[in-house]
C-alpha cells in the first residue's frame, strides 16, 4: 500500500467503550439452510472491522441483516442502543444512522450526482434543500469529485460512482459504516482510489465494517479481522497475529490461497 | 514505422498516433441509388415491383382528391357534378361535418363551448406533458381544466364542477394533515372529508340551480368525435394513476392487497372490452333503481377506465421487474420509507421504462373509444354508421367517410407516439 505513513497512525485511532452494535446468538435461515449460525459480535465505537471469507459464507448476509435488507429469524441485534425488531421506526432509526456501500454502487441512474447525495437527507432528515447541497458538496470535494456534481452516474467511472456512493451515504452523516464488497466490482486501476476513500474515513474515527477480500486494506485500516465459513465466525485476531499466525486449518488453507499467488 | 524500432521484437511506442479523419466516403446521388436501391439484380426487381405499386396507388389517389368536389348536398347530386372523372365526393364532409364532430344531437348554437374546452385544452395539458420546462404552480392550470371542461360541455349550474373539485381539494388536505398519524388513517379522513364536501355541494347545487349557469346538454346528446376524445382523455388519464396502484398492489407483502390486484387484473384482462360495455349499458341498469341518475358516459368512462388500468398495471409490472434489486436496497438503507422510496426511485425509473407500453395501450385504448358505437352511442363511427349512412342523402357513401374517421384517429395517436418518443429522448439519462 502506498500510505506508509498510516501505519504508524493505526494505533492511534481510538476506540472508545461504547458499543456501536451488538449481535447475540444471531440465527438465520434462507428456508431450510442455514446461512448465519449462532452469531455473536460486538463492535465499539471507533472500531475497524474487515470481514473476510470464501464466497457463500454469509460475510454480505452478516453486514445485511445490520441495517434489515435481510431479516433474521432468531437473536438479538443492537445498534447504537436501538434494538433491531420487526417495527418498522427502529428500522427507519437504524437505517438513517448506519451507512451503507454495496458491491454494484446502487446509484440512482435518473438522478445527477448532487441530487444522489441530497435525496435522502432532505427527504428523511428535513434538511432544506440547501444545506444539503452544502453538505454534499463537502462530502463530493472530501472524495475529490466535486467536478463531477451535475453529471449521471451512468457518465462516471467505476471507482468515481463507488466514491459518490459513500459521499452519499456520508450525507446521512452515519454513526456506523457498512462496506459490502466496495471495491470487487472495480478495474485494479480503480480499486486504490476507493480504498484511499476509505482509509481516510477510518482515520477519522468512523466506526466501519467492512466485507472485503483487499488484504492490504485490512491489515493496514482494521483493529480485527473475521473469517468466516459455513455461516459461522471461524476465527477473529487483530490483523497482525490473524495473517502471521492463523489458528483453525480453513483459515490457513483460505489465506494460502488468496495469498500465496 | 519511422519512430518505431522497426528491427527489434520487443516493441516501445515512443509517440502518440494523432487522431485522424475517418477515410471521406463517395457520396453523391448515383452513389447512393446504387448501393440503396439497385446493388444486386434481385434488389433492383423489387426496387421496379415496389416502383409499380407506387404508381397503381397514386395514380388511384391523386385523381380521387384532385378531381373531388364539395359541392351539393346528397350522393345523387355530387354524382351528376363528377360526371364519372373519379372524383372523390367531400361534399358530405362539408355537409355532415358538425354531426361528425359533436353528433347529432349537441344544440348547434352551444357548439362554441366544447370549440373553447377544445383549445383550452392546449393550454392546461403543456404543464403536465412538459413539466420540466415549465414553472411548477402551472400544474394548476391542468387540475382546473377537467372541472371547467365538464362546466362548458354539460352546462348547468357552476356549483356542481366547483365542489367537485373543493372536495378534492378537502379530501388533500385532510388526508395531508392526518396522514402523520398513519396512512389508512389519513387517506379515511380525506375520504370523508371529501364526501362531506360533495353532499353539501350536492345540496347546493340542488338549491340554486340557476347560479352562474349555461345551458345543460343531456349526456345522450353527445356525440361524434367529440365523444371520443372525452372518453380518450379521461379515460387515459384516470388508468394511468389507477394502474400505477395496481401494479405496485400486486408487488405488496400484504396478501390481500395483492391478492384483490392479481384477481382484479386477470379478471378484467380475460373478458372482452365490448362485454363490459354491454354491462355498463344493460346490466347496471338491472341493479340500479328506475330513477337512479347514473350517467351513461359515466359508466362507460368507469369501465374503459377499469379495463386499461389492468392492462397499464401490467405494463408498469414489467418496469417494476426491469429494475436492478439494488435500487431497492439503496433506497431501503438510505432510510427512505415505501412512499418515498416508490415515489422518488422506483417509480420514475420504472415509468420510464413502461413508455412504450403505456403509450401502446393509451393509443389502444383511444381507438376503442370507438366500440361505445355497439351500445347506440353515436360517436366517430357511431354516427358515420348510423345517421350518416342511414340518410336518403349519403346512402353508399363510404372511402370519404371512412378516410376522414382514419385521418381525425391517426393525427391524434401519431400526436401521442412523438410525443412519447420525444419523452423517452428526454429522460434519457442513464448513459447506458
Not at chain 1, 26 to 41: P, Q, T
Not at chain 1, 130 to 155: C, H
Not at chain 2, 171 to 176: M, N
Request: with cysteine; hydrophobic share 50%; glycine share 8%.
Amino acid at each position: 500500500m502506498a500510505m506508509t505513513d498510516t501505519d504508524t497512525a493505526t494505533p492511534q485511532m481510538e476506540i472508545s467503550d461504547e458499543v456501536a452494535i451488538e449481535i447475540r446468538n444471531m440465527n438465520k435461515w434462507y428456508g431450510a439452510f442455514h446461512v448465519l449460525r449462532d452469531i455473536d459480535l460486538t463492535v465499539q465505537r471507533g472500531e475497524r472491522i474487515v470481514i473476510c471469507g470464501p464466497s457463500g459464507s454469509g460475510k454480505s448476509t452478516l453486514i445485511r441483516c445490520i441495517n434489515a435488507l435481510e431479516e433474521h429469524q432468531q437473536g438479538s441485534i443492537v445498534v447504537d442502543g436501538t434494538p433491531l425488531s420487526s417495527d418498522l421506526k427502529n428500522i427507519d432509526k437504524i437505517r438513517s444512522e448506519v451507512g451503507m456501500c454495496f458491491q454494484h454502487f446502487n446509484l440512482f441512474p435518473h438522478l445527477t450526482i448532487l441530487e444522489n447525495c441530497t435525496l435522502a437527507p432532505i427527504w428523511v432528515r428535513k434538511i432544506p434543500k440547501r444545506e444539503a447541497e452544502k453538505t454534499a458538496m463537502y462530502f463530493l470535494e472530501k472524495v475529490k469529485i466535486p467536478d463531477q456534481a451535475n453529471k449521471y452516474p451512468g457518465q462516471l467511472s467505476g471507482g468515481q460512482q463507488q466514491r459518490v456512493a459513500i459521499a452519499r451515504s456520508l450525507c446521512m452523516r452515519p454513526r456506523i459504516m457498512l462496506f459490502d464488497e466496495p471495491t470487487s466490482a472495480l478495474d485494479p486501476e480503480m480499486i486504490k482510489e476507493v480504498l484511499d476513500t476509505m482509509i481516510q474515513l477510518a482515520e477519522e474515527g468512523m466506526t466501519m465494517i467492512c466485507v472485503t477480500h483487499e488484504m492490504g486494506f485490512a491489515r493496514q485500516v482494521a483493529n480485527r479481522v473475521i473469517f468466516m465459513d459455513a455461516g459461522q465466525i471461524v476465527e477473529q485476531n487483530e490483523p497482525e497475529a490473524f495473517f502471521r499466525n492463523p489458528q483453525n486449518e480453513r483459515t490457513k488453507l483460505f489465506l494460502s490461497q488468496i495469498l500465496g499467488h | 514505422m519511422s519512430d518505431t524500432h522497426a528491427e527489434s521484437v520487443a516493441f516501445v511506442r515512443e509517440s502518440v498516433i494523432p487522431p485522424a479523419p475517418p477515410p471521406a466516403r463517395e457520396t453523391g446521388a448515383v452513389r447512393w441509388l446504387r448501393e440503396n436501391l439497385f446493388a444486386t439484380w434481385f434488389n433492383a426487381i423489387l426496387t421496379l415491383v415496389a416502383l409499380y405499386v407506387l404508381w397503381v396507388l397514386l395514380s388511384g389517389l391523386v385523381p380521387w382528391v384532385v378531381n373531388g368536389t364539395w359541392q351539393g348536398s346528397s350522393l345523387a347530386e355530387c354524382r351528376e357534378i363528377l360526371q364519372g372523372n373519379g372524383g372523390g365526393c367531400f361534399s358530405v364532409l362539408r355537409e355532415r361535418w358538425p354531426q361528425l364532430l359533436f353528433g347529432f344531437q349537441y344544440p348547434d348554437y352551444l357548439r362554441w363551448r366544447p370549440v373553447l374546452a377544445f383549445f383550452l385544452l392546449f393550454v392546461a395539458v403543456p404543464p403536465a406533458l412538459f413539466i420540466m420546462f415549465l414553472p411548477r404552480w402551472t400544474l394548476i392550470v391542468t387540475a382546473i381544466y377537467p372541472f371547467l371542461a365538464y362546466w362548458l360541455i354539460w352546462g348547468g349550474t357552476i356549483l356542481t364542477p366547483l365542489f367537485a373539485a373543493l372536495g378534492f381539494l378537502a379530501g388533500y388536505l385532510a388526508f395531508s394533515i392526518v396522514e402523520r398519524r398513519g396512512f389508512v388513517l389519513g387517506l379515511a379522513a380525506g375520504l370523508l372529508a371529501a364526501v362531506a364536501v360533495w353532499w353539501f355541494g350536492g345540496l347546493l347545487a340542488g338549491e340554486f340551480p340557476r347560479f352562474a349557469r349555461l345551458e345543460a346538454v343531456v349526456s345522450r346528446a353527445m356525440g361524434g368525435f367529440m365523444l371520443n376524445l372525452i372518453l380518450g382523455i379521461v379515460c387515459v388519464s384516470l388508468s394511468l394513476p389507477f394502474g400505477i396502484l395496481l401494479a405496485l398492489g400486486r408487488q405488496s407483502r400484504l396478501p390481500v392487497v395483492k391478492g384483490f390486484c392479481v384477481v382484479f387484473i386477470e379478471f378484467v384482462r380475460g373478458v372482452p372490452l365490448i362485454t363490459l360495455l354491454f354491462v355498463a349499458n344493460v346490466v347496471l341498469a338491472f341493479f340500479l333503481p328506475p330513477d337512479a341518475n347514473f350517467d351513461l358516459i359515466l359508466r362507460v368512462i368507469i369501465m374503459i377506465t377499469l379495463f386499461a388500468s389492468a392492462y397499464i398495471a401490467e405494463v408498469i409490472r414489467g418496469g417494476l421487474a426491469a429494475l436492478p434489486k439494488g435500487q431497492y436496497e439503496a433506497a431501503d438503507s438510505l432510510g427512505l420509507d415505501y412512499a418515498q422510496a416508490m415515489r422518488l426511485i422506483i417509480l420514475p425509473q420504472a415509468l420510464k421504462i413502461s413508455i412504450p407500453g403505456i403509450v401502446n395501450v393509451a393509443v389502444g385504448l383511444f381507438k376503442d373509444t370507438t366500440l361505445v358505437s355497439v351500445i347506440s352511442m353515436f360517436d366517430l363511427v357511431g354516427m358515420i354508421r348510423g345517421p350518416i349512412l342511414a340518410s336518403t342523402a349519403w346512402a353508399g357513401i363510404y372511402w370519404e367517410l371512412w378516410a376522414a374517421a382514419c385521418i381525425m384517429f391517426f393525427t391524434v395517436c401519431y400526436g401521442i407516439s412523438q410525443y412519447s418518443q420525444w419523452l423517452e429522448r428526454q429522460l434519457h439519462t442513464d448513459h447506458r
